[in-house]
C-alpha cells in the first residue's frame, strides 16, 4: 500500500518539522538578543566608569590615585569590546588623570614657592583640566555610536 499527497501521517510529520524549525529559529533570536544585551551591559559598564572619574575630577579638579586605579580596573576589558580607537582614547584618559594628579601634588603638597616653575605648573594644571572636564561631551560622543539602544537590538 502506497501513500498518497493526503496521507495525514504524511502531513503530520512536516508540520511537526516546521514547527521544530520554528522553535529553533526563536532560540536562535532569544540568544542573539541575549549576547547583544550582555554586549551592552559590558560596554555601558566601561562608558560608566570613565563618567565616575570624569564626575570626581569635574567635582574636585583632582583625581586620587583610588579613583585612578577603579577606572583602569572598570576599563580594563575596552580592548575586547570596543577596539583599538576607544582603547587609546581610554589610554589618554588615564594618562591625562595621573598628569592631573601630578600636578596637583606639585602645586599643593610639595609648596612650590611663587615663581616661573610654579606659574607653568598652574597653567598646565589648568590646560588638562579643561581638556579633562570636556571629556564629558567626546566620551558620550565616542560610545555612543555602541551603546545606541536602537541599534544594539
Keep these: 500500500m502506497t501513500r ?3 496521507d495525514p501521517f504524511a502531513w503530520l510529520a512536516a508540520l ?7 522553535i529553533a529559529y526563536q532560540q536562535f533570536q532569544t540568544s542573539r538578543a541575549k549576547l547583544r544585551l550582555d554586549l551592552y551591559e559590558r560596554r555601558f559598564r566601561v562608558f560608566d566608569g570613565v563618567s565616575e572619574l570624569l564626575a570626581t575630577i569635574y567635582r574636585d579638579a583632582d583625581v586620587k590615585l583610588e579613583d585612578i586605579r577603579k577606572f583602569v580596573i572598570s576599563t580594563n576589558e575596552a580592548t575586547f569590546l570596543f577596539g583599538p580607537d576607544v582603547s587609546s582614547y581610554l589610554d589618554e584618559l ?7 594628579r601630578a600636578l596637583n601634588d606639585k602645586l599643593h603638597e610639595s609648596r612650590l614657592p611663587i615663581g616661573p616653575e610654579r606659574s607653568e605648573a598652574a597653567e598646565e594644571n589648568a590646560r588638562v583640566l579643561e581638556w579633562l572636564i570636556v571629556q564629558f561631551e567626546e566620551s558620550r560622543r565616542r560610545f555612543a555610536k555602541f551603546l545606541e539602544f536602537r ?3
Design 4 to 6: 498518497s499527497l493526503l
Design 16 to 22: 511537526t518539522a516546521v514547527v521544530a524549525i520554528w
Design 94 to 100: 588615564r594618562t591625562k588623570a595621573i598628569r592631573l
Design 151 to 153: 541599534r544594539a537590538f
